[in-house]
């Protein structure tokens, strides 16, 4: 009897940890998206180290994504976002010095 009951409590409690963590959805959305951006500005010639950096934390964040390690995936792709921004804005204003 007291067995089934402590079965039936560890599975609802494992169970509990499953669902508290949420998809980062959105944030690989952006990543996504402003990766794109950078690569259509040409980021990987104008500023390659930046680049490299957004496509190193890219393709972590959709590794972890895949492993469903969203925590770490939320914060890949967090700083993918930050760093292809960089490399977009660098690229941009070395295209516009340059003209």
Not at 80 to 96: D, H, P, V
């Amino acid at each position: 009897m007291y067995k089934n009951l402590i079965l039936i409590l560890c599975f609802f409690i494992i169970s509990a940890c499953g669902l508290t963590t949420t998809r980062p959805k959105v944030e690989m959305s952006y990543a996504q998206a402003a990766f794109l951006a950078a690569k259509e500005a040409k980021a990987e010639i104008h500023a390659p180290g930046l680049f490299r950096k957004a496509e190193i934390y890219y393709l972590k964040a959709k590794s972890a994504y895949r492993r469903k390690y969203f925590n770490k995936a939320k914060s890949y792709a967090v700083l993918c976002q930050k760093f292809s921004e960089q490399a977009e804005f660098e690229a941009t204003k070395k295209l516009l010095l340059n003209q």
